[in-house]
């Protein structure tokens, strides 16, 4: 049996968005520029993909921009966001960002001051803290909307809010990579400037992201070229990506709330099965509505993660670690900020699901990881 | 340019009755190293190997991949032609202006060696008429016969081959002719210099890898095989052994103290390295061992390791600092896939104060606790060659 449980890390690409990879390559190869026939139904079809992506977040679909991919996204908008900076101005951001966002911001370390707001145990980020971190030499604020790691997921309407109410040209940005299509977004009613989204968490193909950009505001790009995507992200579009992703939108879009409540079905059954069956379990994720229905965190006592993941992997299993061995250097930077016990955290596994996941897993599952627990405890007590 | 090769070979070890096997070993090593190139044929022409492609631009590829073939002293590119002195002439002159763009040339000479006693012209005397005309063509250079900027090889055997250059190459002796060895490769920096080192002097290395999967990644044993790979560069075709460790892990774990981990496993490791020599014709083993770098290579380390069994250690890399491997490494090219981090979660089973004076008896006493041959058995079990 495989059961494939690293969906946070990428996606099985889902057979209709296959089928459409192979259509854009054998029918609608065109340049999207051309003036010809094939160059304009390429570019309608990119337009339809790019309503379908609009639609995940009610965006307008002209305020959608298709780039390569979620760190690509990210990129974009915090560059141009940066690009206004100036001595004793300020950035705020989370430690628990992904490294896209968390590396980008590093770089303008030397020019201005960059402030972490406090995360709590989970966490979530403190509300008062960004409150007295938000100023008026603010910049940008730049938090995630769902860590990849543990699955938090941040009141990004709340944080917005507080921030402009603080400073009203502040930009504020999100990368939701693991939240769109996952958690109901509606752009609206959320005062956030930019947002980054991709294609291969949702079992689109990869190389292909999103970028959702205010329509008042006007993105300076970091890459120049023949003005494609309103020179946001210039070059010849991937167009069979582009579709591919479109058409991994659409059926989100037509299927969200099944989906969702299956996730965050599968997600408490796991957590509620591997709890009754192994002792000295923590779950590090939160099982309500401030946790993603797809990410289940979870760790063992007396186990290294790194070890479980490849026990697991002999029976078919995928899933991933963040951690690694305690012995190297290397320790992991957003695990390390969230307050989880020593004796812990070396043994915390990601699950994460996805479309293809179902309830005939589960109980396989839960016995390898009981199995392998057992095992790895085992050794490591001899 | 150039359109062949001419391959001289080291003569110590080329004299005597083994000429032949040697000479044929070479060439074997020769053809491994040009495995990926097309329509290249390979042939000896009195006392020399040549190598020839009818590909001229591969020609830079060649003889950066035979470079580094063991046994070969000198690699002279050379210009093929046949035995008409007109156009050995003319060719020779080809050449002269092709190094003279190359280098400043001031002063030079012509050597001529007639191995073909047939070809109608003397070799001092074919040697003064190509110097005349090549004086004749670039008026700015003169003759010198004792310390010339370059010297035109002309030598005339079956063929007639034109030549200046001389590449030296990295030496050492033909692999297979001074026997075989088992090297113990780790992921490490020193393992794969150590191999190269013996290599190098002629011996025909197999290599054998220890892991703990599932407490250590896949990933590991790609990293070893890239290095078994860049390693068969020089030594040509090694063949990988792996063993997994994990049960005698277990049970040191499970029955010893934990400063004794790493002599024990590796008394363990040396037995089924023995083991697995004896059963394959190897006659000796290879560690990359330098002394007092870790625990495990102090000297009484070092004794009570090699207690564990009879066959004879070769450890070149014993008297190297660990820059000096490092920099060994960097030149041979296996120093960028070494330091790839391992994932390498063997941490689990070594001690965090392994003993550096361990005493050969209470090692004997904790190995009573084992059942060693058994223990043997269970992990030669999961021998693999990959």
Known sequence: MEVYLDNSATTRVRHEVLQQIIDVNKNYYGNPSSLHRMGLMAEKKIDEARRYAAKIINAKYEEIYFTGGGTESNNIALISHLSNIYENSNIVTTKIEHPSVYNVVDQFKDKASIRYVETDGMGRVNLDDLKKKVDSDTVLVSIMHVNNEIGIVQDIKKIAEIAKSKNNSTKIHVDAVQSYGKIKIDINNIPVDTMAFSSHKIHGPKGVGGLFVRSSLKIKPSVFGGGQEKSVRPGTENTAGIIGFGEACKLLYDNFEEENYKLNELKALYAKRLSEEIEDVRINSLLNGEGAPHILNISFKNVKGEVLVHFLEQKGIYVSTGSACSSKSKSNRILDALNIDKEYIDGSIRMSLGYFNNHDEVEYVVMHIKQSVNDIREIMML | ?386
């Open chain 2, 1 to 386: 340019m150039y359109n062949v090769v001419a391959v001289s070979f080291g003569e110590i070890f080329l004299k005597g009755k083994n000429r032949g096997s040697f000479e044929h070993k070479l060439t074997e090593q020769i053809r491994y190293a040009l495995k990926e190139y097309k329509d290249v044929s390979i042939y000896k022409e009195l006392g020399k190997v040549f190598i020839q492609t009818k590909h001229i631009d591969d020609m830079d590829g060649i003889i950066n991949k035979i470079k580094k073939v063991f046994g070969i002293v000198v690699i002279s590119p050379s210009i093929k032609v046949e035995k008409d002195p007109e156009i050995i002439i003319e060719k020779a002159i080809e050449l002269f202006r092709y190094l003279k763009e190359k280098q400043n040339i001031k002063t030079f000479k012509v050597n001529t060696k007639r191995g073909d006693k047939t070809f109608p012209v003397k070799s001092m005397d074919f040697s003064a008429l190509a110097g005349e005309k090549i004086l004749n063509a670039f008026p700015d250079v003169t003759v010198d016969v004792h310390n010339p900027d370059i010297e035109v090889m002309i030598d005339i055997k079956k063929n007639c081959y034109i030549s200046s250059e001389r590449i030296t190459t990295v030496g050492g002796m033909p692999i297979g002719s001074c026997g075989k060895a088992l090297l113990l490769l780790s992921g490490g920096i020193d393992s794969p210099v150590a191999g190269y080192m013996i290599a190098k002097r002629g011996v025909e290395i197999s290599a054998l890898y220890f892991h703990t999967y599932p407490f250590t990644s896949e990933r590991a044993n790609e990293k070893v095989k890239r290095l078994k790979e860049i390693l068969e560069e020089y030594c040509g075709k090694i063949k990988l052994y792996s063993v997994n460790l994990l049960d005698v892990h277990k049970a040191i774990k499970e029955h010893c103290r934990e400063e004794e981990t790493t002599i024990l496993a590796r008394r363990f490791m040396m037995r089924i390295a023995e083991r697995i020599a004896e059963e394959n014709g190897l006659e000796m083993l290879i560690t990359g061992e330098s002394l007092g770098q870790v625990a495990s290579q102090t000297m009484k380390s070092m004794i009570v390791i090699e207690n564990s069994i009879e066959m004879p250690i070769l450890k070149p890399v014993i008297g190297m600092d660990k820059t000096e491997i490092m920099d060994k490494a960097k030149e041979i090219g296996t120093y960028e896939t070494s330091i790839l981090p391992y994932d390498d979660c063997c941490s689990v089973f070594a001690p965090s104060h392994p003993l550096i004076n361990p005493k050969l008896d209470s090692i004997l006493i904790s190995e009573g606790r084992l059942n060693v041959e058994e223990l043997i058995n269970k992990v030669y079990s999961t021998l693999e060659v990959i």
